[in-house]
């Protein structure tokens, strides 16, 4: 088995008196297609929120890469190799595609204002690279026709699309994606999942939280059920999909099925 | 050398696309001849003081340099905060306060002059940046508005209750800078003023050109667009947010030093926050966010009530109603942000 890249440890957090998390225990493997899923509410997103340090663990303990994330300053999470997506696509609408993601690259320069006031070569350098890199992610996700146009005014797909590739821009060891695929059709699904497989294919990690079973079935190496807070299941998907207490709490009656 | 195509330019849908159609389709010869001209233009312009330019009740020569140049410095300034970073600062008197003070101070007890306290006055209001700043911009939004507007009015108070430095008398008798060569200031002629003011803006225009391609200005663009995003997108926001507030404020700075060195005298009742929401005025109503915009919206917010000083009180009636007028056809300002967008994608189609 691979090496245990991000782990939750008995992750609890409360607000006032819901608990949104309750004693969550969660291993991602380098390398793998790790899919969340589970019922509106079940706390996938707060799994995310609290990975990138929007919310604090009420109780337990997160790891990545051996060490503890737990209460790191939100914008040092990218720099340690962990970057998202959004549900609601959040992208920096007033920036071109291609800025969206130079943003991302940012993140590991270490030339500050004043070198880029002064064009000190080091400044340079790196923005020059950072560019580079960009225009190679936004081909890699295969919207890089798009470069140089709005991000508010680009397709609904494709900002899907560019919010990884944002995420790809700080260049991170996991990606986490929230509902990469809503709103897709079936065409544009297929599409995705192809882009998610090249995405673990070439060294990420990816945790994923979709609804489309077809989707997740299709790409994950392992699935992982949130229900109420609570894991109620973490297998190969094919255990998942016979699983009495997932198909209870998430895929319905078999009787419903189709 | 390629011709600019000026009928193709004016397509665009508005003046700054024009504006931005026909530079980005020059070459680099052509943008030298055209910064150089403009430049030039401008630095002209203390002798074009007749006919339609000229202000038939204030000296022309000194509206230029105040309020005209020093609200397009000031102008400029506040809107790396407002229009580049999304803060918005209700008291930006302050810093041009502390600039004006610093001088008086230091211009009348010491023998350092006008150049020399220049660089203290800048650092002076970075440092009062950096400390309003600090603890005011963890909050957002209106409260940002409300901490900043009380900052303002803090520094005047302050200034209106300290014997030491005048009180409501203010300080008199501030020297005028040096000449600098053949180039000599005096009140009787502004022209010497006037191309330091030039020089200053020039500056702070390539400062702001440079920083927005680079890291800091996508910093501030993304903490403008969506600031939780930019945190988790690995923006240190507080450091960014700080560094925009102390660059605005040193321009502050300097436009205070010089404006307390070219009045002579100084008192608290100039720094209101009136003037706080004029600078503001003008980022807005030029088109918060853009350069040009901004330089034109505060040169008519300047020159315009010293224009029409001759109808005399409805003057203010005659120059709100101008406001609330262009506003209203113009809600993004005169010349709104850049739609970058549309240029390039045009500029591929030529080139394929």
Redesign the interface.
Known sequence: MAKVLLELKDATIKFGGVTALNNVNLKVHEGEILALIGPNGAGKTTVFNVI?G?YQLTSGDIIFDEKSIKGIK??????IGI??T?QNI?L?????AL?NV???T??H?K???LG??F?LPR?RRE?NAGRQKAREILEFIGIDEYS???AR?LPYGVQRRLEIA?AMG?GPRLILLDEPAAGFNPAEKVELAKTIKKIRDAGYTVLLIEHDMSLIMGISDRVAVLDFGQKIADAVPSVIQNDPRVIEAYLGVPADAS | MTMINLKESFKESNFRDVGAHIWEHASAVERKIMAVSFIGLAALLPFMGFGLLDTPVSDYGAVLVYPVGMFILMALGLNIVVGKSGLLDLGYVAFFAIGAYTMAILGTRTSLNTWEIMPIGIALAMLAGLILGLPALRLRGDYLAIVTLGFGEIVRISALNTREIGGPNGIANIPVPPSIGPLEFSLNDQKGFFWVVLLMILLTIWMIRRLSVRRAGRAWEAIRQDEDVAELMGVNTLKYKLWSFSLGAAVGGAAGVLYGSKTLFIAPEMFTLNVSILILACVVFGGMGNIWGVMVGAAILAYLPERIRFISDARLLVFGLALVITMNFRPDGILPRKKREKVIVKKEKNNG
């Open positions: 990138t929007v939100r914008y040092n999470i990218t720099k970057a998202r959004f959040r920096f609408g007033d920036m071109t800025e130079i943003t991302g940012d993140v320069k030339s500050g204002l880029g006031l064009g400044a923005e140089d146009r709005l005014n944002r700080t």
